[in-house]
């Protein structure tokens, strides 16, 4: 009797267990769910902001067309942006569910109205002739000055909708693997049940129902084992499916900002080959303040040609095939220096180069982190009356780590989380070139090869960029 009373607890306490799991399991599922709908609206919202940022390109480009010609035809993407922009911001706004996002989207109001001001007065003011009025607009600044907020603005809510795609990437295969190991429970637990329940009515029916309950038993375990290995597959063929979702994600994600990169080339390399052209026949026939425009405007081409360049590089990346080997690099950065003019004989550049043990991976790729790190060093540097450099190598938990040090500007640290972000810059356009991309690249190529990069830095006090790299792996 006494053992019949433990089998009986024991068969309840099992059943609590399977309900409990069952349970579980069904919370899991929500949480799949939600990650799934989650990952799917963050990336929405990135879409929705980077199709914002191209309707006030297409509106400038439109302005701008209409106030170097006074033909209406270049008003057609102007016209057909302006009605439909603030409600494009407002519906990006009610889209996205970050508060961060928000607050970056409610800055961008302020500057989309001024943006859509200035182009306003501007097509007014070529409409009554004014081209006075319409260089010393151009040259104030003042439009430049709000799209380049807007860019920043919409970058930072792309930047961080992408980043919460990454993180309902990450709940979602969390979720996956719970989902997994909750199966796996309850599927025990019924097994315990099944026997439990077995055992108690065997004790009850011992002598007359030995051999038929033995048979049972063995058929409910048999088929307790088929359900695990069915549920088992079913769960793998679902984490396949799973995982190709999220690859096709990623693609498509990569595919759309090639694709934006790529199509914006042949019109940038067009308004910079026409206004060289125009200059080459027409120049000596041109006012100063024309000529001065055409160079802002071939300025203007060339340097988003380059930002082309560089996001058209930095999305390659990630498929980029690596050919990895053995390493020189001393006579890699050697090779980065003299691509880059060292030793400089224009400036008073102080080069310290220490002997760099050999490291492991592609050589082109790696060739642009010296690159990128090294002339990154000399365009802070170049307002210093001698510029001092320092490549070098030292131990970070028994990995080399290779240095680029100089004693040019600096940076605030507490802003180091957003330095290698695609279109973070510290500093003004006006005083140090760049597109804002060049760290960013370098991040991905380290991480691509195994490694981290981190900087420190201080403010008029010089900056330091390290990074590691995986070590060869020994077959």
């Given amino acids: 009797m006494k053992r019949n009373l433990r089998v009986t607890a024991a068969l309840a306490g099992a059943v609590l267990l399977v309900l409990f799991g069952v349970a579980a399991l069904f919370w899991v599922f929500g949480q ?25 390109i297409d509106a400038e480009t439109g302005q701008r067309g209409f106030a170097l010609t006074g033909d209406d035809a270049f008003l057609e993407p102007y016209l057909a942006v ?20 928000r607050r970056h989207l409610d800055a961008v109001r302020p500057l989309m109205d001024a943006k859509m001001g200035e182009l306003a007065r501007s097509i007014q003011m070529r409409r009554s002739g004014d081209m006075a009025a319409v260089g010393a607009l151009v040259a ?37 693997r719970r989902l997994f190991v909750g199966i796996v429970a309850v599927s025990l637990c019924f097994l315990l049940l099944g026997a439990l329940a077995a055992n108690l009515y065997y004790r009850n029916n011992e002598h007359r129902l030995r051999n038929l309950e033995v048979a049972r038993d063995i058929e409910e375990r048999r088929k307790a084992d088929e359900t695990v290995r069915r549920l088992n597959a079913e769960l793998e063929q679902r984490v ?40 080459e026949d027409y120049g000596p026939q041109l006012p100063a303040e024309g000529l001065r425009f055409l160079q802002t405007i071939r300025h203007s081409a060339r340097h988003l ?26 006579a890699l950065a050697r090779t980065a220096l003299d691509e ?5 004989p224009s400036r008073q550049v102080d080069l310290r180069v220490a002997d760099l043990p050999p490291s492991f991976g592609d050589p082109a790729l790696l060739k642009q982190v010296w690159l990128n790190l090294i002339s990154n060093a000399l365009k ?51 005083d140090y070139e ?26 008029d006090r010089g900056a330091t960029f390290n990074f590691t790299l995986e070590k060869e792996t020994k077959s």
């Avoid at 769910?33 to 963050?42: E, F, I, L, M, N």
């Avoid at 999220?246 to 934006?260: G, W």
């Avoid at 082309?308 to 390493?327: C, G, M, R, T, Y």
């Avoid at 450099?389 to 100089?406: P, Q, S, T």
């Fill in 240 to 279: 396949i499916e799973r995982t190709a979702e999220l690859k096709t994600a990623n693609t498509e994600l990569e595919a759309f900002s090639y694709s934006v990169s790529h199509d914006l080339r042949t019109p940038v390399r067009a308004i910079d080959g026409y206004t060289q052209a125009v200059l």
């Fill in 82 to 101: 302006r009605g439909r922009v603030s409600g494009q911001l407002g519906e990006l706004r009610q889209l996205t569910k970050l508060e961060e996002s």
């Fill in 380 to 430: 802070y540097t170049n307002k210093r009356d001698r510029a001092e450099i320092e490549i070098g190598c030292l131990k970070d938990n028994g990995a080399d780590a290779y240095f680029v040090r100089d004693n040019g500007t600096g940076f605030d640290m507490r802003y180091a989380d957003k330095l290698f972000g695609v279109f973070q810059r510290f500093h003004r356009a006006e």
């Fill in 32 to 56: 799949i769910d939600q990650a799934a709908s989650a990952r799917q609206h963050s990336r929405l919202v990135a879409m929705r902001a980077a199709d914002f940022l191209a309707s006030l």
């Fill in 305 to 330: 040609g380059a930002l082309i360049d560089n996001l058209l590089a930095f999305a390659q990346l990630k498929q980029q095939e690596l050919n990895k080997h053995a390493i020189d690099t001393n």
């Fill in 340 to 344: 880059l003019g060292a030793p400089w």
């Fill in 434 to 459: 760049g597109t804002g991309v060049g760290l960013a690249i370098v991040q991905r190529i380290v991480s691509r090869h195994g490694g981290r990069i981190w900087a420190d830095a201080a403010v």
């Fill in 140 to 176: 104030s600044g003042e439009g430049k000055r709000s799209m380049d907020s807007i860019r920043t603005e919409i970058g930072r809510v792309i930047e961080i909708e992408n980043l919460a795609f990454e993180r309902e990437v990450a709940r979602f295969e969390t979720n996956l």
